[in-house]
Every structure is written in structure tokens, then in C-alpha cells.
């Protein structure tokens, strides 16, 4: 196995917020190479357990190497978070604690042959699990002009989204298909004109490849199928702690937590509440998102884009209050959770809005496309 350097991001903070004591239950839902899962699961010997998922092999693999010297308070599983109520259905005790940390971990980025960075040439693939049969190059030689242009616009904010679109299916139509990370990058920075790339030094490649990444794992769609599931197996006074690397994570994040605090569950139509309220599950913790230290930054810049927030499971007599007190009542989208195809999740998602049924009405469900969606 390839040896990475993997560095958690604001650890402190987490074990600050997730407060692991022996003998309690922890999930790490991204365990990834295993950097906060080690630290968190040292805390909870004797007596505890600490269970940890993901949906990288690879990163199971390493993890369970990592962690291995701490024998049976470990169990880790190869699987989506968005599948998170069968794994947790096996255990017989709730959570006392749940951390997403996500995006692609630097291990991921770090290792050319995944495809993920814009920073090597490498075969176009993007896939988390790789056993999924659709990867960035499906999408990238598959999709219509179109399409790409709304992946790569909602979900890499791309203000060159269109342009960066067409020279794509132009580049497919002269010169035949893409078929590596390096002819990509190429493409893109023909696209994206000099004048209109960032000041700051951003690569004119990295919102398309995060767009791209995103709608190869369906990213969005499983973190919102995740949140919802995981707050219900959390015991009261238990915590869910969520990192995210950019504004459509962490928008989602805010979203999905913020309506399970809402103390009031009425229509927003009926003005007034008539439902008695109390009907809060979580209050937060974090009323603005906790960002990494000066001194984290200096040694790890890479978490320069991280944000956390936290909750905290209401017990039945705290139930509809926040950190500071105030009733929540915030009205918005609810429903099971669902997942939409590509074309009915480019047609009707909107940043920050719910996703809405063809009637136009909100309704609750992932926000990311599926891979299966993709027909070549």
C-alpha cells in the first residue's frame, strides 16, 4: 500500500465538540486514512467503540491499519454514509457522538492514479469507490454541451461554466475523446480567458474538477441523505459534528440542521403556530461556523477553506432551544428522502433552495446527480 502523509483537520476542535469519554460510542462517517478516528478512539478505552465508514477501499484499508493496534474498540466498514441507517441498525446503543469531515482527503488528491487533482496528468476518473461504473470521464465525453455546462455551473460556481462547456464538446468533435486529467486542464485553460481568472491565484481548472467530482459521487445527494439519518440514533446530549470545504456543503449542512432545530414544524403559509412547538431535535452549538486556528493554517494550508459546524441531540425538556436560548422556528422543506435523476436534479436544484417536485412545490431529498443517470 502507498504511504501518504495525512494530516486531520482541526482536530482539537473536534475532540473539543465530540467530548469521546470511555465507554461511549463514536462514529467517524469519513474515516478516510484514519487521522481523527486514532484520536478519537484512543479517548474511548476502555469500554467504547468507535465505528467508522467509508466508501474508499483504499481509505479502509489504510485506516485499518492505523488503527489496528487498538484491537476490538474499532470496527470499520466499507460503505456510503448515505446508506448509514444499515450500519447503524446493527448496533444495539445510540451514538454519543457523530464527525463528517468532508470532501476528498489529501491522500486522494495527493495520488495521481485517482484522478481527482488537476495537478497531475492522470487516466479521468474521480471515483471514490471504484467500483462505481461511472467516472469524470463518462461524464466529461457523455454529457451534452448542456449538461455539462449546468454540473459545471452549480456545482463548481463556475462563472466560465458555459464557455468552459463548449470548448469541451468542441475539443471531443476535433480531436476525439478526453481521456486524461492533463487534456482536461488543457481544455479549460483555453477556455477560461487570462483576464477572468482568479487574482488571488486559484487554478483556472478547480471549480470544473470539483464540479465533476461532486457529480461523480453524487456528493451532495449523500450528504443530505446522511445528515438526516444520523440525527435520529443520536442519544440526548449526543453531538454530530460537520466539516465542510466549500459553500455547497456547508449550505446543505446549515440547511438540513437548521430544520431539524426548528421548534415549530407548522406550514409557513399559516402565519402562526398552531402545532405547540417543542418539536426541536438538535440546537446548535456553533451559531457562525468554527474556522481552523493561524496555527493550523500555517502548518496545514489545505484546511484554509474548512468550516465546522456542531449540534447537540435535545433532551425532551431542552427541546426548541439554541445555544443562546431563543425558540427556533424556522419553516422549511421536509419529506423523505429521495434521489432524483441528473436531469431532474440540473432542471429544478437551485443553490440554497430545496429541491422543488415538477409542480414547482419544495420537497425534501438529496441535491446532487446520480451516476446511474449518465446514458452514453
Known amino acids: 500500500m502507498k504511504e501518504f502523509a495525512h494530516t486531520p483537520v482541526m482536530l482539537q476542535e473536534v475532540l473539543q465538540y465530540l467530548k469521546p469519554e470511555p465507554g461511549a460510542m463514536i462514529l467517524d462517517a469519513t474515516v478516510g486514512w484514519g487521522g481523527h478516528a486514532e484520536a478519537i478512539a484512543q479517548r474511548l478505552q476502555p469500554g467504547g467503540l468507535l465505528v467508522g465508514i467509508d466508501r474508499d477501499p483504499q481509505a479502509i484499508a489504510a485506516a485499518r491499519e492505523r488503527l489496528g493496534v487498538l484491537g476490538a474498540g474499532t470496527t470499520l466498514i466499507n460503505a456510503n454514509f448515505a446508506d448509514l441507517s444499515v450500519v447503524l441498525d446493527t448496533f444495539a446503543r445510540p451514538l454519543d457522538g457523530a464527525l463528517f469531515d468532508l470532501g476528498v482527503s489529501s491522500p486522494q488528491l495527493d495520488d495521481p492514479e485517482r484522478g481527482f487533482s488537476y495537478r497531475a496528468d492522470a487516466p479521468l476518473d474521480m471515483r471514490m469507490d471504484p467500483h462505481e461504473s461511472v467516472s469524470a470521464y463518462h461524464l466529461v465525453n457523455g454529457l451534452s454541451e448542456a449538461e455539462l455546462e449546468s454540473i459545471i455551473r452549480r456545482f463548481g460556481e463556475e462563472r466560465w461554466a458555459k464557455r468552459i462547456a463548449a470548448f469541451i464538446v468542441r475539443r471531443r468533435q476535433t480531436h476525439g475523446l478526453i481521456h486524461t486529467t492533463g487534456e482536461l486542464v488543457d481544455v479549460i485553460c483555453a477556455a477560461v480567458p487570462v483576464q477572468g481568472r482568479s487574482r488571488g491565484g486559484m487554478h483556472p481548472a478547480r471549480r470544473t474538477f470539483q464540479a465533476l467530482r461532486i457529480a461523480v459521487n453524487n456528493e451532495l445527494g449523500s450528504l443530505e441523505a446522511a445528515l438526516r439519518e444520523v440525527v435520529p440514533y443520536l442519544r440526548p446530549g449526543g453531538r454530530l459534528v460537520v466539516i465542510s470545504f466549500h459553500s455547497l456543503e456547508d449550505r446543505i449542512a446549515k440547511n438540513v440542521l437548521r430544520e431539524f432545530a426548528r421548534d415549530c414544524i407548522c406550514p409557513p403559509e399559516w402565519h402562526a403556530c398552531q402545532c405547540g412547538g417543542g418539536r426541536a431535535l438538535v440546537r ?93
Open 284 to 376: 446548535s452549538l456553533t451559531p457562525h461556523p468554527v474556522r481552523p486556528s493561524d496555527e493550523e493554517l500555517a502548518v496545514n494550508p489545505r484546511a484554509r477553506s474548512a468550516k465546522m459546524r456542531v449540534v447537540e441531540r435535545c433532551a425532551e425538556g431542552q427541546r426548541g432551544r439554541d445555544a443562546g436560548g431563543e425558540t427556533l422556528r424556522l419553516h422549511g422543506s421536509g419529506g423523505d428522502v429521495d434521489v432524483p435523476s441528473l436531469a431532474d436534479t440540473l432542471a429544478r436544484w437551485e443553490p440554497g433552495a430545496a429541491p422543488r417536485s415538477a409542480r414547482g412545490r419544495p420537497r425534501g431529498g438529496p441535491l446532487g446527480p446520480t451516476p446511474g443517470s449518465v446514458v452514453l
